[in-house]
């Protein structure tokens, strides 16, 4: 028996030690796993404590000479520069004055990713290292074009590799100020102070060194923001002129669709540099005064016995040559000190923010609508030099005549309230903008929807200048070639534009015209684009009709509501479609489509959920109304589609019901006047004004586009909002006591009458003493001026 037992242990000792193996690797895979989680965890919570802590800290402890004017100390830029990436305002804090070629700001670096910032303007309030100034960029996109002309300053010279890998300072939010027209910055590690202004075509620069060492700025020619590529960079050091001129040319998120932009450049300097040196790629050559090629750039010394050392730097671009550049530069600061532009730059803001003046509501309020208005005239940009030469859609040189040539117009978003803002505010402005798009028509070949650089960037759907230019015109601003404007509409709207062509046109519109309808198998973005054929569409009707055009009036009113083809009585929504007839299934309405990854079952709309889409035809609210079970069910769905949204700000899911931070939906509460209840419009517009808004860094819901979100508080804060490709106001609530509007002829004066910051609804409205017994009002009523007199109430309902 002893023998056996002994057999049987001697047999089973192998099969036990496998097991037993087992358990070991497991035990040291458990804790290798639980090692890796637990330094994970430390790593992300390191990454949070880090982010906290800058974003703590708050601008305005650094004092400086520059102080805002009356109405700049009301704007914050820094409103809308950080928050959750994806979500954020993508606005920077940088100088520049209203519609400037020259946007003059810092650009930072992320912690997570060198050589750029999470922010597509280049600058993200969460990081706390700066790369250096540049000059350069698009404000409050999600496209990532410009950072010409970097500049670095420095305490000695700083080796060409450590530019391409991130040549970075830290710097903190508490020593940062900015006001409209100047910001500043003090590099603690340099011991330096920063401070920039601007004219609309240069940038001032102005750096205090605080001590002995040698003081240098390094200018990166070929810097791009984020990284992108740049190519054919040339510098050139002019010693006896205290001058470094040079050009680039960049490939941007748009500029790289037509081609690259080219941008010259003149940077002259207040004082004789003692040392300079130029680099191409990683080789540094002193004294050298040309490089070209690759990656080129220079680095400047200047030595003084004057302590503090202050070198002041002025540089100017211009897109057609390096003698434009140069006449700019003389033309806009010739002999003034950076003191005296300051006070230009601020007297330029004052101008445009005195346009609306207010009176009542919190400081927090007052803080959030003047930066609104702040950034409504930071895009589009003025792309004509100082003597009016620019570089059209043909590449050819051009020179304006009586008007200011306008590029980087985000059309497919400031359509719907910025642009009418303009028409309304500042004509003159509105009215070049038009002029610049038809001259975009006549040297490329068609009317754009991005344009931005020189060129076509084809970004977003549809024709939405064909709504720009039609609202303009039914506004009163007719000082340009409406019907080659008419013509070129009409051509997109009933053609596709041949392959090959610069403008892609209405995609897919032949199969919208034979179907009455985009069919979801011949196309993607089917309803998304019916829904926006659609509008344009009722813009073009009511311009041919307002030109004597009426069997075109009748034919694209028919048009206009093709929309209605894709609504399925069953789901009560508007959805993609085959050629068939027949819709799409499986059907998911409250699927967003950033989170439909291979976009399976939202190919067929853009930027937005089935539900965002389902109020997309403002043009005919009442016909879309019909369209709903009853008005009662609709005004249930779409009370539903506020109520069950999240009150959050710049949320990281803003989830499928109503976003703030998008275009598709940002009308949808003043629908709520069509279908007769105007105490919801009122009710869930403050809801948006009080929620989606903020005076922080964090302080808007999505991307600013331009202006669009800024333009959307400024209407709805004056108790109009726009509906857009027509002549027509919806009426909210105002949320000041008072505004006065400035216009051409004598003022509209805005009034709340028993009047408190909480008291958010309506109960009767008055046009010059005149009772307004609707929810809309005619811009012909207004242009000229007059009274428009709100009672307010604390509970919905009128007399």
């Not at 250096?132 to 404000?139: A, E, I, K, M």
């Not at 479609?577 to 439909?596: H, I, N, S």
Request: charged content about 20%.
């Amino acid at each position: 028996m002893s023998s056996n037992t002994d057999q049987s242990q001697a047999v089973q000792k192998p099969v036990n030690e496998k097991p037993a193996r087992s358990r070991r690797w497991l035990k040291v895979a458990l804790g290798l796993g639980l090692a890796v989680a637990f330094l994970g965890a430390a790593f992300v919570g390191l990454l949070v404590f880090k982010y906290n802590r800058i974003v703590g800290a708050k601008p305005g402890g650094l004092q400086t000479q520059a102080q805002p004017k009356e109405l700049g100390q009301w704007v914050n830029p820094f409103i809308g520069t950080g928050g959750i990436p994806w979500v954020c305002g993508n606005n920077f804090p940088g100088a520049m004055v209203p519609f400037g070629m020259i946007r003059l700001g810092p650009e930072t670096t992320s912690m997570l990713i060198r050589k750029r910032a999470l922010n597509t303007s280049g600058y993200y309030y969460g990081d706390d290292q700066v790369l250096g100034f540049s000059h350069t960029r698009l404000n409050g996109t999600g496209a990532t074009d410009g950072g010409h002309f970097l500049v670095l300053p420095s305490r000695g010279p700083v080796d060409p590799k450590a530019l391409r890998t991130g040549h970075s300072t830290r710097f903190s939010h508490s020593e940062e100020v900015a006001s409209p027209g100047y910001y500043a910055v003090r590099l603690p590690k340099l011991d330096t102070l920063v401070e920039l202004t601007a004219t609309p075509r240069v940038g001032v620069h102005r750096y205090t060194f605080s001590h002995g060492q040698p003081a240098h700025l390094l200018l990166d020619v070929m810097n791009a923001l984020g990284g992108r590529r740049s190519t054919e960079g040339e510098v050139r050091v002019l010693p006896e002129a205290n001058e470094v001129e040079g050009a680039v040319r960049t490939f941007g998120t748009f500029a790289s669709r037509y081609g690259g932009l080219t941008v010259y450049f003149v940077a002259r300097f207040d004082q004789p540099f003692t040392t300079f040196a130029t680099w191409r790629d990683e080789v540094r050559t002193p004294n050298q005064t040309v490089a070209e090629g690759g990656r080129v750039g220079v680095d400047l010394g200047f030595e003084s016995d004057q302590q503090p050392q202050v070198v002041t730097l002025k540089l100017a671009i211009s897109h057609v040559s390096i003698e434009n550049a140069r006449a700019n530069l003389d033309a806009e600061t010739g002999a003034t000190n950076f003191d005296e532009v300051v006070s230009e730059a601020q007297q330029a803001w004052e101008k445009q923010l005195s346009l609306i003046k207010i009176q009542g509501g919190t400081e927090k309020q007052r803080k959030i609508f003047y930066t609104a208005l702040f950034r409504v005239f930071q895009m589009p940009t003025v792309f004509n030099d100082a003597n009016g030469e620019y570089l059209g859609f043909d590449r050819q040189v051009h020179r304006t005549t009586d008007f200011q040539y306008f590029t980087d117009l985000s059309l497919w978003d400031t359509f719907r309230t910025t642009h009418p803002l303009y028409a309304l505010i500042a004509p003159k402005d509105q009215r070049d903008m038009v002029v610049s798009l038809i001259t975009m028509l006549e040297q490329g070949g068609w009317l754009p929807r991005w344009p931005s650089g020189h060129g076509y960037s084809n970004s977003m759907l549809g024709t939405p200048a064909d709504i720009v230019i039609a609202e303009t015109y039914l506004k009163g601003i007719r000082d340009f070639d409406v019907e080659r404007a008419y013509q070129a509409m009409r051509r997109t709207a009933l053609a596709p534009t041949p392959p090959g062509a610069a403008f892609s046109g209405r995609e897919g519109v032949e199969h919208h015209l034979k179907h009455g309808y985009c069919p979801s198998d011949l196309m993607e973005e089917s309803v998304a684009r019916t829904l926006e054929f659609a509008w344009a569409d009722s813009a073009i009707a009511n311009l041919a009709e307002a030109l004597g055009h009426h069997e075109d009036a009748k034919l694209f009113r028919e048009h206009s509501q093709f929309y209605r083809n894709l609504w399925n009585p069953a789901t009560q929504y508007f959805q993609p479609r085959d050629a068939a007839g027949t819709f799409f299934e499986p059907f998911k309405p409250l699927l967003l489509t950033y989170l439909d990854r291979k976009g399976r079952f939202t190919k067929d709309y853009v930027e937005g959920s089935a539900l965002q889409w389902r109020w997309g035809a403002p043009h005919d609210a009442q016909g879309m109304i019909a369209l709903f079970k009853s008005r009662e069910y609709f005004v249930e769905e779409l009370d539903n589609f506020f109520a069950k949204s999240s009150p959050a700000r710049g949320a990281w899911n803003p989830g499928a019901h109503y976003w703030h931070g998008n275009q598709p939906d940002i009308h949808a509460a003043y629908l709520f006047n069509d279908a007769g209840r105007p105490d919801l419009t009122q009710k869930w517009v403050r809801w948006i004004l009080d929620h989606k808004y903020g005076d922080d860094y964090d302080g808007l819901d999505g991307n600013d586009d331009g202006g669009t979100l800024s333009a959307w508080y400024v209407w709805s804060a004056l108790g109009l909002y726009p509906v857009a490709g027509s002549d027509q106001y919806q009426l909210g609530a105002p949320l000041f006591e008072k505004a006065e509007v400035k216009l051409q002829g004598r003022p509209l004066v805005i009034v709340a009458e028993n009047y408190s910051p909480e008291k958010c609804y309506v109960r009767r409205v008055w046009l010059n003493d005149t009772p307004l017994e609707r929810t809309w009002i005619k811009h012909s009523e207004i242009q000229n001026g007059g009274v428009l007199r709100f009672e307010m109430s604390a509970i919905p309902g009128r007399d």
